[in-house]
């Protein structure tokens, strides 16, 4: 068996970065011209495609230094290893389905453009197995970028990659030439009730991803060469983890 490679916010765990950092950045949110700053630090990076762009604490850094902020931003790495984790950081189905996976013999890598030194720390204390951790600071880009995989390169059989977003899990795995499956954890229920595999064939699927592309384009403000330039057609849907496990099960 080959490489299965997993997203992590919003397919393993609930945004657990976003979740631990942001009570402890309240105050500073809380003051316009330093909620911009760190809004426009970030898309400047993200503009020139840089891992940086996810950097969080150097990005607080340079705004700390070009406002002259007298109050220091809170120590990310530190933050992260000590602050007490909620049980529904990870998402009921993960860890089982991720020993699933790993018994069908797929090796496990986690695709995060979270960086590794903040991401790894999450991964280990929420007690998710992997083989590889594939992120910015370890390989020199970000997803949607077809390179980010490349270090996955050699792998018996197909890749798989397994993600909630349509601009940078599915249509960056399909760059690679890797198989897209989208996990859209807000399926109705009609669409639950269609079969795995005749989901990708549905008629309105095209409508579904073009809707779901747009709120992703605006929710993350991708710069314009990280923006799909039609919306990507993944290769499966699933509701939730357990089903990537059926198609795993069923030979995909």
Do not use: C
């Amino acid at each position: 068996m080959g490489w299965l490679s997993f997203d992590l916010d919003g397919t393993l765990a609930d945004w657990p970065f976003r979740r631990v950092a942001r009570p402890w950045l309240e105050p500073f949110l809380a003051e316009p011209r330093v909620r911009h700053a760190l809004r426009e630090e970030y898309l400047r990076r993200l503009a020139e495609g840089s891992p940086a762009a996810f950097d969080w604490g150097d990005i607080q850094r340079a705004v700390a230094e070009r406002l002259r902020l007298e109050r220091p931003f809170p120590d990310l790495e530190r933050l992260l290893g000590e602050v007490e984790l909620e049980p529904t950081l990870l998402y009921p189905e993960a860890l089982p389905a991720v020993h699933a996976v790993r018994a069908l013999g797929h090796r496990i890598a986690v695709a995060t453009n979270g960086l590794a030194r903040y991401q790894r720390v999450l991964l280990d204390r929420l007690g998710l197995p992997y083989d590889r951790l594939l992120a910015p600071d370890l390989t020199q880009t970000i997803k949607p970028h077809p390179s980010f995989w490349s270090s996955l390169d050699g792998a018996a059989v197909p890749l798989v990659h397994v993600g909630d977003l349509l601009s940078q899990d599915v249509w960056g795995a399909q760059q690679a030439g890797i198989l897209a499956v989208w996990l859209w954890r807000q399926m109705p229920p009609d669409w639950r009730r269609t079969p795995v595999f005749e989901r990708p064939q549905r008629p309105d699927l095209e409508e579904v991803v073009a809707a779901r592309l747009q709120s992703e384009l605006e929710e993350h403000a991708l710069a314009p060469h990280l923006r799909p330039p039609r919306p990507p057609r993944p290769d499966y849907v699933v509701a939730d983890l357990w089903e990537l496990v059926e198609l795993l099960g069923l030979g995909v």
